[in-house]
């Protein structure tokens, strides 16, 4: 889901960023901060939790440059700090989105990115029991299995309209939403899972984009 289908989904939507300096939000252990350096990016990455940042230096190196930051708080960047900013499987972890885009929207360019995937409305809707009403945002929690060890994650749901209204009032414009397929080669690595994978809703992709300045 995340080597196949995520993250490719993501780097091929962002494309070439070669030189640009891209906000890594939410960057977990770094592989897409590390895909992203890979491709020429200057990527700096931020994460609420210090042990994730360590296995994320780990990865990238002691030079890499990564702080820890809650995507709750005001961001400690100046304005228009970045020519991107990459939110990978984040936002659906946060109640109210509205300061962390405001302060993803600051810390901008004018005619940055915000390139964004979150976890699909439609399926979050299907797996709630009993299914809630569709048009509220509600949390639910899952239970995943990493070595051994059960782990309950909250997320929260909210229908596509409030997601897109989120982006605007922001002061977003949307530019793509996205419902792609998996990396080809998940066929062959995972013949079990592939036809799941590549036909049933996963995940949702947006690419959102600040106004550009008056000269541009």
Known sequence: MNAYYERPAMLALAADVAGRRILDAGCG???LSAALRDRGAHVTGIDASARMLALARHRLGDE???HVADLSDPL???DDAFDDVT???VLHYLKDWGPTLAEMRRVLRPGGRLIASVQHPFTDYAIQDPRPDYSA?????????????SVQL????RPLHAMTDAFTTAGFRIALISEPQPDPAARELFPDDFHALSTKLGFLFFVL????SPAD
């Not at 984009?209 to 550009?212: A, C, G, H, I, V």
């Open 137 to 149: 945002t509600t949390s639910y929690t899952s239970e995943f299995t990493f070595n051994g060890q």
């Open 154 to 157: 909250r997320f929260w749901r």
């Open 64 to 66: 890499a440059d990564l």
């Open 76 to 78: 400690p960047f100046a």
């Open 29 to 31: 252990a770094g592989p």
């Open 87 to 89: 939110a990978s499987l």
């Open 209 to 212: 984009e600040t106004p550009p």
